[in-house]
């Protein structure tokens, strides 16, 4: 059998990856600040192409280009999975908190340190490496391979809907594997059927022309207040929004879904250790904690700033007062239309002056649990991890829907990243062990799904 | 009449002091952030000298320092008028705002821009610029002369109190002049009989140990959301305060402060022209204005920060969130006796997990309109500037409570700070027109106060 010596090349290869993998963490790409954006791309271009994957770069005006992998199978020319990654990271503030250069990639034992080492640089090599494999020691994929690696999915992948439209053709497959995957604490592989869609937003308002003594309270209005009085209409203390008709399209999950949530496994005292938490929001528990992960819309202040915050005393009173809004959006919420009921909102509550800014809107997507792609997934997660679980939706968002309707494509999520690898936060690492897992499954995927009609 | 000769001599060196000020300026003596305090202090002190005034450093452990001033008079040793000012600046953020460096001097025509070029640098110069006249025209000073000069006013006067204790014969007074008076617009100056309290309070709470994935947002609680929640419970939209017995102690205001209050003039389109507004808070119209400015209790929010506000978008729940409040006090209000109504608000609306870290608490004070010391600075301000007008209190505040209750004596404050010259804003500048004012008025003080028993 090819497949047992592509494994064990995989696991004689284990250095290489970790090495390749710590070079693209050295290189920062943050998104938010266009940081290394366009160097990190070529150097993924280069990676591919190392590993044998014919590698371009594809850009759209001047957005952080998508790196275009391509290998054609030999023996089997029909079928076609795709990787969807991103080599973009998150921004490393607050940098005071990090043990060590986010942009290091220190080792320590089985440990990969850096901003990306997981997210998603990491889960990156493991498809890569994968394909390697077969092509070093058959010579041949099992199926055609596509990689599109896209470098704004932490700004929420503004355009990569412009670039599935204008490369439909190029891009066309009939699976795709996400560019991410959570392992949880006993290192099961979470099988992620669908992610939750974004409304992100900036909120902003100014009350005077300059920030001004604040002696004149009395006189001036404050945005900070006003921000904080618009803000407090938008949601209740227990995360509840109150926007009008914001759950209007959301559905109650299906029997299945209960099912499938219900042999999930939460655990609850872990999690809140490993956050330094004592109660989670609105006292939930049990069931009501993996229905909320998978259904359940949010409105989240991602960060909020007016006025003086550093260190000492300043009796100011701020021209201005920003607030970043992250709605996470449940499946048949259009964003668009929630944006206008936020608007409406805002408008109808006497807050009209506050200005909206959109960053991105997105919706969510789920892959029906019946479509054999979902069985390729959960036997080889089997047969690389030895256990997996499956999950209704990711609690995250990424642009599934897009791929998923342009692409008209199933798309399912699995992956190495640890659950409480600190992604988007200091010190974010990433687990060896799990690479090389995640590597050998990405490798029987490709074997499962090449065998398949 | 030597008092000519010496108004003579103010206006032939007015590019000496000019010149003087804007080597203060170009000191930096920021004591928020302890930038530049000693070296100013040492300025400050040479500047004395060179005028021929006695003058030393006090320290108080590692406080920033007071400088001290005195001059003898020979022919009137017996009554001792005291100048209080400070020597520290606010903060220059935000620095991108500023069209010169905030610590140039940079002279333009009238004006003079930079930090502290109106408060106090400016304010200081005159009083110092005052002294050196007579002693350079009439070789002497109409009474005792005595300067306090400290470092720290911008951050509340933490240890002026300390100080005060600590010096209080050496600083034995008949009466005070404030560190700061404002010059209307047009060119009248206010002579303030007060000045509002302060107590500065930062308001801070953790809900979990790390900035984590805002997918979570399900589960962990948000600190941004649950400051806003409490903030909301402490004030309405108009401004009133709504912690419980907050204004218990506040007296209505006399009819006589009402009178002084009726003539007192408040160009409101001039104002809000000024500072790029429609309608004042809780849209308070003509003598409302004018209370609310004296004697108005306020609750501002001079700085909140939570999460990510730097460009782009980042999705994450912030692990901390911070504000900044000031509560401005009128007089009866005991700052310790209000900090315990916050504190008891807070816990019992359930927020007692936010912790409270006070800057800095101080009282109101008020001098009465009847004192004759009132009648000397009226007078030196007809003669100086043509025309006055007269205050019940500033909306400001500075440590009044503390000089006029320890070393007993009245308190007034009148200066060079035209209403509109952005003190504690970007582009801070003062007037070399209303510094020339300032300081003939000063001379006038001198000698309306030596001449009175």
């Not at 909320?292 to 819309?297: G, N």
Request: positive net charge; hydrophobic residues 35%.
């Amino acid at each position: 059998m090819s497949i047992k010596k592509v494994l064990q090349y995989v696991d004689k290869n284990m250095n290489t990856l970790v090495n390749d993998l710590c070079i693209l963490i050295q290189q920062p790409s943050v998104s938010a600040k266009n940081q290394g954006i366009k160097k990190c791309a070529n150097l993924v271009k280069n990676t591919l192409k190392k590993s044998g994957i014919k590698a371009e770069i594809l850009n759209t005006k001047n957005y952080p280009p998508i790196v275009y992998g391509e290998i054609k199978s030999k023996n089997n020319p029909h079928k076609t999975l795709l990787f969807y990654n991103h080599y973009d990271v998150q921004p490393v503030e607050p940098i005071e908190l990090w043990n060590n250069d986010p942009f290091s990639g220190k080792i320590d034992g089985n440990k990969i340190y850096g901003r990306g080492s997981s997210d998603d640089k990491g889960e990156m090599i493991t498809r890569i490496k994968a394909v390697e494999s077969f092509l070093k020691e058959t010579g041949d994929v099992p199926c055609n391979v596509k990689f599109v690696i896209e470098g704004e999915e932490e700004t929420g992948s503004a355009h990569i809907e412009q670039y599935l439209k204008k490369y439909k053709k190029k891009f066309s497959c009939d699976g795709i594997i996400w560019e991410f995957g959570h392992v949880d604490n006993n290192d099961r592989p979470i099988i992620d059927l669908g992610m939750k869609g974004l409304l992100y937003v900036e909120l902003s308002l100014r009350e005077s022309n300059m920030d001004s003594h604040s002696s004149l309270a009395v006189l001036i209005k404050n945005p900070a207040w006003r921000l904080i009085d618009a803000l407090k209409t938008l949601r209740d203390p227990s995360g509840k929004i109150l926007i009008k008709n914001w759950y209007n399209e959301v559905k109650s999950l299906s029997n299945e879904d209960i099912k499938i949530l219900k042999s999930f496994p939460f655990n609850e005292v872990e999690f809140k250790k490993e956050f330094g938490i004592k109660q989670f929001l609105g006292n939930k528990k049990g069931l009501v904690i993996k229905k909320s992960l998978a259904a359940e819309p949010t409105c989240n202040i991602a960060g909020i700033v007016s006025g003086y915050h550093a260190e000492g005393a300043k009796t100011v009173i701020p021209a201005e007062a920003r607030v970043k809004i992250d709605f996470r959006l449940v499946p048949n919420m259009d964003p668009k239309k929630q944006e206008i009921r936020l608007r409406k909102h805002l408008k109808s509550n006497g807050f009209g002056d506050i200005k909206i800014k959109v960053y991105h809107g997105e919706a969510a997507a789920r892959t029906d649990s019946k479509h054999p792609f979902v069985s390729h997934v959960t036997s080889a997660a089997s047969k690389s991890f030895g256990k997996y679980i499956l999950s209704v939706s990711s609690a995250g968002t990424g642009p599934m829907h897009s791929f998923t309707k342009i692409l008209n494509a199933p798309a399912i999520a699995i992956g190495s990243t640890h659950v409480f690898s600190r992604i988007h936060s200091p010190n974010e690492y990433t687990r060896i062990d799990l690479l090389n897992k995640a590597t050998k499954c990405m490798c029987i995927i490709l074997e499962n799904f090449s065998k398949s009609r």
